[in-house]
Nanobody, 128 residues
Framework: QAQLVESGGGLVEPGGSLSLSCVVLGRTIRDDGMAWFRQAPGKEREFVAAVNWSGYRKEYGDFVKGRFTISRDNTKNTVSLEMNSLNSGDTARYYC?????????????????????WGQGTQITVSS
């Protein structure tokens, strides 16, 4: 049973930056796509960013607009999300997720149903 542990959330002022990290315990990420999703109160879970097994292909939600960067380190079993130019609309709980083995990354990266392991999430609040 995989355990995904996110860290790095917190309170940040508009325009600020944060870095999130997710370490996966009990299961290798080497062959699987990894992603970040977020969920704000009263809203559905939203795709933020995903990276394929090699780190070569990266995909982002439309709202990201070049502000975020996802990366992974298969040797450390970690995935990270660098976030810049944060605004109040980015306030949400951010979740790390590991794609179901055998999933075609290219057609499934944005759909949370294709991820079978999830962290508990880390809260990001953007406020002055």
């Amino acid at each position: 049973q995989a355990q995904l542990v996110e860290s790095g959330g917190g309170l940040v002022e508009p325009g600020g930056s944060l870095s999130l990290s997710c370490v996966v315990l009990g299961r290798t990420i080497r062959d699987d796509g990894m992603a970040w999703f977020r969920q704000a109160p009263g809203k559905e879970r939203e795709f933020v960013a995903a990276v394929n097994w090699s780190g070569y292909r990266k995909e982002y939600g439309d709202f990201v607009k070049g502000r975020f960067t996802i990366s992974r380190d298969n040797t450390k079993n970690t995935v990270s999300l660098e976030m810049n130019s944060l605004n109040s609309g980015d306030t949400a709980r951010y979740y790390c997720a590991q794609q179901r083995p055998g999933t075609n990354f290219g057609i499934a990266y944005f759909d949370p149903a294709n991820y079978d392991s999830w962290g508990q999430g880390t809260q990001i609040t953007v406020s002055s």
